[in-house]
């Protein structure tokens, strides 16, 4: 957990130590080590310097109000919500789509009523993948996968397909990542009755600056966000400025994250990814543990954008099973049923073959 403040610690046993100065050492009263007290005020002076980047990563925050734009009147005018009656969900389609299916439970929905209440986002990618060639997708993603039951590869239909712009928040920062690894190098004596194992431990402080750009935060409750990040990545190289032409004909989903609400996500990502590169550095030892890190943000801002995504639904034994392919890129994920006879068959056939196998070595070696 990050630190804002500083205790001061013995750093072997971690017992309360009090600051004496003046004096050339500290001894803990708990575990009897001694240190020497410009050792400790150096120690120290980095523990206070780690709280302070700690309350100031803590105190920067995005600038969430510049993310998407009003719609004009004749834009609003153009566009309609549907919200399902049975599942609740609000999309958002075309002024000449009056009737659709709900890709989410499947029901009917036939109330229009006026769109409102929606940022207009700042970039779209539009569709690169056609409805046929995610239909051909899907069935290469059914390909190796032995445990599937033969009448679902076999009879298989696709029962609804719909390509949906889903919304994202994508944010931009400098950051500068600070982070404190405790390491160890261990060497091994033996003598002639024991081995001595000898641990040195050290403390590394690393630190650097790093630039993002479009880090994704989808801004759907109702899209499963396993799904989401299993078909990323998009290029965002694509993106262009948003244009409410490029809706019709297709679905768009109504963020219910806003921009603020998607910040600890982008927050996490970043976090994690900075850690993971300044722990990179930390080489030359037998092993490493983070002790502390904190990630402070400059020149941050937030765009929202819409991305492409085909949502495809099959039946199985009056099971529902939903897939989504990145409309852009064409890569396909989703959940498969699995045939428990064939789970159980698998290993068997797989032991009886080995049996031969064993048994024809076993020949040629004895």
Known sequence: ??????????????????????KEKAVCEYCGTEFEISVLEELYRHAEERAAQERAAQEAKWDTDAAGSEWTEEEAAALRAFTCSSCGAEIVSDENTMATECCY?????????RFAGMLKPDYIIPFKKTKQEAVAALKEFYKGKYLLPSS??????????????????LFDAEVEGHATFRAYQDHVFETSDEI???????ECLRSGTMRYERVPADGSKKMDDSYMDSIEPFDF??????????LAGNLADKYDVDAEAAVPRADMRMSQTTVDVLEDAVTGYDRKEIQSSSVIKEDSKVA???????ILTTRYENRPYTFMMNGQTGKVVGSLPIDEKKKWLYPSVAALVSIPIVYWLAKLFV
């Open 1 to 22: 957990m990050a630190k804002t403040s500083v205790n001061y610690q013995c750093p072997n046993c971690s017992a309360p130590l009090p600051y004496q100065p003046g």
């Open 105 to 113: 439970c499947g029901n009917p929905t036939l109330l229009p009523s």
């Open 152 to 169: 679902f590869t076999g009879g298989n239909r696709v029962e609804a397909i719909q390509p949906m712009y889903v919304p994202f928040w």
């Open 196 to 202: 001595i194992t000898e641990t040195n431990v050290y």
């Open 237 to 246: 190289s694509e993106l262009v400025p948003f244009q409410a032409t490029y």
């Open 304 to 310: 929202y954008a819409m991305v492409p995504v085909w």
